[in-house]
Nanobody
């Protein structure tokens, strides 16, 4: 059983940056691909970024492409999401998730383990 804990969210002005972290425990971190998703009030959870278990493959949603970077440190059992040039519409609760494969990385339903999320609020 993998436990995931997100951190790094907060209140930031538009144009600012944040570094989100996802600390994993309870499993072999390097066996899992990792995804970041976000959910705004009244909206469905949506894909933001994903990274393969080795870190060699990375994918970003069109809505954040060029502004977000997913990465991971397998030695520290942590995944990261760097968000730059934040916009008001980036306001949401951000979740990390883990799954054994990178296949269908955009599919919310495929991920086996989820964290509780960290809130990102962008002021306009």
């Amino acid at each position: 059983q993998v436990q995931l804990v997100e951190s790094g969210g907060g209140l930031v002005e538009a144009g600012g940056s944040l570094n989100l972290s996802c600390a994993a425990s309870g499993g072999t971190f390097s066996d899992y691909s990792m995804g970041w998703f976000r959910q705004a009030p009244g909206k469905e959870r949506e894909f933001v970024a994903a990274i393969s278990a080795s870190g060699n493959s990375r994918f970003h949603a069109d809505s954040v492409k060029g502004r977000a970077t997913i990465s991971r440190n397998n030695a520290e059992n942590t995944a990261f999401l760097r968000l730059n040039n934040l916009k008001f519409e980036d306001t949401a609760r951000y979740y990390c998730a883990a799954d054994r494969t990178i296949v269908r990385y955009m599919d919310v339903k495929k991920y086996d383990f989820w964290g509780q999320g960290t809130q990102v609020t962008v002021s306009s």
